[in-house]
Nanobody, 125 residues
Framework: VQLVESGGGSVQVGGSPRLSCVAS????????MGWFRQAPGKERESVAR???????FYAGSVKGRFTISHDNAKNTLYLQMNNLKPEDSAMYYC?????????????????????WGQGTQVTVS
């Protein structure tokens, strides 16, 4: 599976960009998918995850502001981000968990995800 993110950039506080992650090589609806972010000097953290059955988990810091979704016809994962804050500034990555039990969805641990995109930078000021 190849994953390519886009949609990042410089955004004003309160802005609402949408990140996209286009997948190729396989159908993402078969897998658990996630959005992660990593700020300089910090560990990569789970932002939102969606299971193969559609169950969604959000990190507490983004719940109510971010929405994860996917378009099966376009084989694309999205992250709608609303009311952005400076602390949301980070490199954002999408990732796919190919394991049968979707351990990545359960744990939110980046180590449990198998494929990663190259990331898209979001800077909020």
């Amino acid at each position: 599976v190849q994953l390519v993110e886009s949609g990042g950039g410089s955004v004003q506080v309160g802005g609402s960009p949408r990140l996209s992650c286009v997948a190729s090589g396989d159908t993402i609806s078969r897998y658990c998918m996630g959005w992660f972010r990593q700020a300089p000097g910090k560990e990569r953290e789970s932002v939102a995850r969606i299971g193969s059955g559609g169950t969604i988990f959000y990190a507490g810091s983004v719940k109510g502001r971010f929405t994860i979704s996917h378009d099966n016809a376009k084989n694309t994962l999205y992250l709608q981000m609303n009311n952005l804050k400076p602390e949301d500034s980070a490199m954002y990555y999408c990732a796919a968990d190919l394991s049968r039990g979707c351990m990545g969805w359960v744990t939110g641990d980046p180590a449990d995800f198998d494929y990663w995109g190259q990331g898209t930078q979001v800077t909020v000021s």
